[in-house]
């Protein structure tokens, strides 16, 4: 595709859901440089695992920068998971500080891979447990990480890539 062309389609804003593995458990990480599909099989016992954010707060950001060494591409994703609770504690900190591959779904039902076997995704987090009894109880969530390349966008399991853009005049 040497055009960029005009979405024909509906255009919802909004992240569906957030998933994450740890890269220790991933068995095939396969990415294309020429369309940006790639492909992420677990190791058998590995799965991909959940995180509810809040509706509304989960968010992506991501930036472009020149460096000595090229271009880098930084992303963060952030999200308020609610409550303080000790299973979300635990979990927290068993990801905290280790390798991770995001799989983030936004409302469109597209599909992006953040990390690579290289450079994964990092987990950092906050409790908040504000003074106002109708404020947010919960831990704030930033994952966080930098690449050479933009990240992937999930490859269908049947292997072929979707031609959802139909070009209008």
Known sequence: MANIS???GINIGGIRSVAWIFREDVSVFSFNDLNLYCSVIPKIGGS???IYGTPETVQLESEQQDSPAGTKYLYKLKMLVPKDRAPVESELFRMTGRCLII???DKNGTIRIFG?????MKLTSKLMKPAAME???GYELLFAGEFTKPAGFLLPANGIIPDDETPQD
């Open 6 to 8: 005009r979405h024909s």
């Open 116 to 120: 690579t076997m290289e450079s994964p």
């Open 103 to 105: 799989n983030l779904t």
């Open 135 to 137: 404020t947010f109880n």
């Open 48 to 50: 991909w695992n959940s």
